[in-house]
């Protein structure tokens, strides 16, 4: 199956500095990326869709100057996460759709990267 | 989406069948079910999904009602590592759109 790849698995980093994560489909290409966000013991919450060569959509609550999406090319993604605080420690997983098989419509996920701010 | 209704929590005894329940009363006619679970700490893993025949695959099997109204994700002999929260998602295939997770089913699965 189709494999999306996440980086880092875990950072811990100290309040107010920024956190970069990467999203990569590695074996297809993929024009349209997801990102999700899960606090402990509740279920996946969408922030944005990231477009690759446009900008991203962001879910209503979620700040898109905080939460920096890039989609430069058809196989990365990347979410940063500016001035990280406390509150913004979470397991933030992205997903991807193979831009080949658009019509069966399953979407594939990374690994998931948890992040702690100190 | 069409929404979903599925229970808080199942067990299961390891290496019988998993039985896993979905209402989806109001899904329309051009939606998918899709099945995708979650073990702990891990993103989400694709199962299955069908239309409205019956599916199987080498990770479990999908039975639909004819009305199409509820649906049943069978794992057949499950095991330890099947322990994880499964999710029933109900989408239209060619929609540009993310999935949208419910709180799904803990399945336990034990010795």
């Known amino acids: 199956g189709a494999v999306v790849s996440q980086h880092p698995s875990r950072v811990i980093c100290k309040s107010g500095t920024s956190v970069k994560i990467e999203c990569r489909s590695l074996?297809?290409?993929?024009?349209?990326m997801f990102w999700y966000r899960q606090f402990p013991k509740k279920s996946l919450m969408l922030m944005a869709t990231s477009n690759e060569g446009s900008k991203a959509t962001y879910e209503q609550g979620v700040e898109k100057d905080k939460f920096l999406i890039n989609h430069a090319s058809l196989t990365l993604s990347t979410l940063t996460v500016t001035s990280a605080h406390p509150e913004d420690s979470s397991f933030y997983i992205c997903?991807?759709?193979?831009?080949?098989?658009?019509?069966?419509?399953?979407?594939?996920f990374g690994e998931g990267s948890r992040l702690t701010v100190l | 989406d069409a929404k979903t209704t599925q229970p808080t929590s199942m067990d299961c005894a390891e290496g019988r069948a998993a039985n896993l329940p979905c209402n989806h009363s109001t899904i329309s006619g051009n939606e998918y079910v899709y099945w995708y679970r979650q073990i702990h700490s891990q993103g989400p893993q694709y199962i299955i999904h069908g239309l409205k025949n019956n599916e199987t695959n080498e990770m479990a099997s999908l039975i639909i009602t004819e009305d199409r109204k509820s649906s049943t994700l069978i794992l057949p002999h499950a095991t330890l590592r099947d322990t994880a929260v499964y999710y029933c998602i109900v989408r239209v295939a060619n929609s540009g759109y993310a999935l949208n997770f419910g709180k799904g089913t803990s399945l336990l699965v034990t010795p």
């Open positions: 997903s991807a759709r193979d831009d080949s098989s658009y019509n069966t419509g399953e979407l594939f």
């Open positions: 074996d297809f290409q993929a024009t349209t």
